[in-house]
């Protein structure tokens, strides 16, 4: 949302989570610095080492530099007005939201593929 725009899936879906999970990600130029470095820390793979999961908590969060505007009191008792406010016809408009024509599902045929590499970080999922 920062970005104004959806992310790039070059190579797939299955491709793009690899990269994430071995954390091998590009941004954007246009994300501000603030704004990369708190999807990096909230994205780390090791819970130890992931905001928002260390000694200072969700505190640790909201003390980030990219939330140095907001007021959390403000945001707790709804006194924010939103940046966003789309205009909606009713409950069911989904004018805001890119079509999409569905896609027939593939089954992966590849043994030993580059998603097994990974199983073992999505146990009990």
């Not at 130890?48 to 640790?60: C, E, H, S, V, Y």
């Not at 945001?75 to 989904?94: F, M, N, W």
């Not at 939201?97 to 043994?111: C, G, I, L, M």
Request: glycine share 8%.
């Amino acid at each position: 949302m920062s970005s104004e725009k959806l992310p790039h899936f070059r190579g797939g879906l299955v491709l793009n989570t690899c990269r994430i999970c071995e954390g091998k990600i590009k941004y954007p130029s246009s994300l501000s610095p603030d704004a990369k470095d708190i999807i990096h820390r909230l994205c780390q793979v090791d819970p130890t080492r992931r905001l928002g999961n260390l000694r200072g908590g969700a505190q640790d969060v909201k003390n980030h530099p990219w939330f140095r505007d907001i007021d959390f009191d403000k945001l707790y008792r709804r006194e924010l007005v939103a940046p966003l406010s789309p205009t909606l016809s009713g409950p069911g408009d989904t004018r805001n939201f890119d079509y999409y024509e569905d896609e027939a599902v593939r089954k992966s045929t590849s043994e030993g593929s580059v998603v097994k590499k990974h199983d073992h970080m999505f146990a009990g999922f």
